[in-house]
């Protein structure tokens, strides 16, 4: 979600890759509908591991930043970049995979996440380039 985000918000002015602790393959479809909301489409994405990255040779190290968008990630990206000078910044955002029992308040919480997500891109970022 949130590198839909930002190229929606920066184009190409950065180098993004969402990469999470486990590769869950397939892109949740609340997600998908919230994104779809504000116009990031999702459904082509796809989240992959640090492991992942690894065994396709992505260097970590070739990257400035990584967000960490949960405890467990940023612990990960600690772990791999110990060597590397880079930085790591842990945003806590609402994880809403397990919040609400019926559809509307599971699609609210993922409203929740995605604006948090993009509210605090701006607040890092800067106003928005395209889009």
């Known amino acids: 979600m949130a590198e ?6 920066y184009g190409h002015r950065f180098y993004l890759q969402s990469v999470g602790v486990e590769n869950d ?9 919230v994104c ?4 990031v ?15 396709w040779g992505e260097d970590l190290s070739s990257f400035d930043l990584i967000i960490a ?4 990630s940023q612990r990960r990206a600690l772990e ?18 397990g919040i609400g029992e019926n559809r ?13 997500i993009r509210q605090r891109l701006i607040e890092r970022f800067g106003p928005p380039t395209s889009g």
């Open 4 to 9: 839909g985000i930002a190229k929606q918000l």
């Open 25 to 33: 393959l397939e892109i949740d479809g609340f997600a998908i509908a």
């Open 36 to 39: 779809a909301e504000i116009g």
């Open 41 to 55: 489409p999702l459904e082509r994405h796809r989240a992959r591991s640090f492991d992942e990255m690894n065994q």
């Open 69 to 72: 968008l949960s405890p467990a």
């Open 80 to 97: 791999l970049t110990g060597a590397y000078h880079l930085d790591i910044e842990y945003w806590p955002i609402i994880d809403p995979t």
């Open 104 to 116: 509307e308040t599971k699609l609210t919480a993922f409203r929740q996440a995605r604006d948090q």
